[in-house]
């Protein structure tokens, strides 16, 4: 079981941290699948692997003087950190209110909804316009949005914020992979402390935790070093193959809860 945890975590946070993906993406809807774990532990559980993965993945890009716009990061990050907060606070009131079942069930429906507008931009996005947004409260916004998308459906950000960033900012994969990754920093780490700080992690099955979260960091390792050797195009055939995917088991994954919620 926890080799199992370990590794999930391990080629994830890889690939996610080498196409800015982040990881979560990847893992939520696998440990769905598993159905060991409830919504809120498997939300945990993501982000704290996710987390773990951005902070190594952008200390290695730091390293290899990766050139990032300081003052639009910063704000994109800040819009994530309350975006974080907002979009935990949305999944934890809705949870109250309804059956956790339904809560997957619509995660994986908006997943794989955005999985399938992200694949149709990215292979058809010279056929539309994309924008350099230097307005810096916009910066916050859009950082905020992605904020919450990221922490209300437990995946850190992922394709949408790759997506998101090349449609905005103008940037190559490449550039927009490093970014995700630091908007993935943000937002989790707002929605970790708003978790560690209010309702504590005693209510969750965390005992697979520390295999993926060393999964996480090793993956950090691993993806940045591949982010910086391979080229941008190589990079969005492995985003392609990834987000193809990702919808074949989202599908799957509402087929099969919407089944358990039928019976």
Same mark, same amino acid.
């Given at each position: 079981?926890?080799?199992?945890?370990?590794?999930?975590?391990?080629?994830?946070?890889?690939?996610?941290?080498?196409?800015?993906?982040?990881?979560?993406?990847?893992?939520?809807?696998?440990?769905?699948?598993?159905?060991?774990?409830?919504?809120?532990?498997?939300?945990?559980?993501?982000?704290?692997?996710?987390?773990?993965?951005?902070?190594?993945?952008?200390?290695?890009?730091?390293?290899?003087?990766?050139?990032?716009?300081?003052?639009?990061?910063?704000?994109?990050?800040?819009?994530?950190?309350?975006?974080?907060?907002?979009?935990?606070?949305?999944?934890?009131?809705?949870?109250?209110?309804?059956?956790?079942?339904?809560?997957?069930?619509?995660?994986?429906?908006?997943?794989?909804?955005?999985?399938?507008?992200?694949?149709?931009?990215?292979?058809?996005?010279?056929?539309?316009?994309?924008?350099?947004?230097?307005?810096?409260?916009?910066?916050?916004? /859009?950082?905020?949005?992605? !904020?919450?998308? #990221?922490?209300? *459906? @437990?995946?850190?950000?992922?394709? =949408?914020?790759?997506? $998101? &960033?090349?449609?905005?900012?103008?940037?190559?994969?490449?550039?927009?992979?490093?970014?995700?990754?630091?908007?993935?920093?943000?937002?989790?780490?707002?929605?970790?402390?708003? /978790?560690?700080?209010?309702? !504590?992690?005693? #209510?969750?099955? *965390? @005992?697979?935790?520390?295999?993926? =979260?060393?999964?996480? $960091? &090793?993956?950090?390792?691993?993806?940045?070093?591949?982010?910086?050797?391979?080229?941008?195009?190589?990079?969005?055939?492995?985003?392609?193959?990834?987000?193809?995917?990702?919808?074949?088991?989202?599908?799957?994954?509402?087929?099969?809860?919407?089944?358990?919620?039928?019976?």
């Amino acid at each position: 079981m926890t080799i199992l945890y370990f590794l999930i975590a391990l080629v994830a946070t890889t690939i996610g941290s080498m196409v800015g993906l982040g990881g979560g993406v990847i893992i939520k809807p696998i440990l769905d699948f598993l159905g060991d774990y409830n919504v809120s532990t498997i939300s945990v559980l993501s982000s704290f692997t996710v987390f773990s993965m951005s902070v190594v993945s952008i200390i290695k890009q730091i390293r290899y003087k990766f050139k990032i716009d300081i003052k639009k990061t910063t704000l994109i990050g800040i819009g994530s950190v309350v975006g974080g907060i907002l979009g935990d606070s949305t999944m934890c009131i809705i949870l109250k209110a309804t059956n956790g079942q339904i809560v997957a069930l619509f995660q994986n429906i908006i997943l794989a909804l955005l999985i399938v507008f992200v694949y149709v931009y990215m292979n058809n996005r010279d056929k539309y316009r994309s924008y350099y947004v230097e307005n810096l409260f916009y910066c916050m916004i /859009i950082g905020l949005f992605l !904020g919450f998308l #990221g922490s209300f *459906l @437990s995946i850190g950000g992922g394709p =949408i914020n790759v997506c $998101i &960033l090349i449609l905005f900012f103008s940037m190559n994969t490449k550039e927009a992979a490093v970014n995700s990754i630091l908007t993935i920093l943000f937002s989790q780490g707002a929605k970790l402390t708003k /978790i560690i700080t209010t309702t !504590g992690l005693s #209510g969750y099955n *965390l @005992s697979v935790l520390p295999y993926m =979260i060393v999964g996480g $960091i &090793l993956g950090g390792v691993f993806g940045a070093k591949l982010n910086r050797a391979l080229e941008s195009n190589k990079i969005l055939k492995v985003f392609n193959i990834l987000l193809l995917f990702l919808i074949l088991l989202n599908i799957y994954n509402i087929v099969k809860i919407g089944m358990v919620l039928i019976g």
